[in-house]
């Protein structure tokens, strides 16, 4: 348990920042009228369940601001 208490420092900042991006990424995909592939589900999917790399795969792909 200590293991842990050591490692909290550097995790929790990254923690941080996957879940500020997914905020953002989710927040950013509700108010658009059209995504790249027309699914916005399947870019939510995406967004929650690849950590830090899915809303950094969204903000790549998701097409022009509309």
Do not use: T
């Not at 950013?28 to 929650?48: A, H, M, P």
């Amino acid at each position: 348990m200590s293991n842990f208490k050591e490692i909290i420092p550097f995790v929790a900042p990254i923690f941080v920042i996957q879940l500020g991006l997914q905020i953002y990424s989710i927040i950013n995909l509700v108010r658009r009228n059209k995504v790249r592939f027309n699914n916005k589900l399947l870019w939510g999917i995406v967004i929650i369940l690849l950590g830090i790399l899915g809303p950094v795969v969204y903000m790549v792909f998701r097409g022009d601001e509309a």
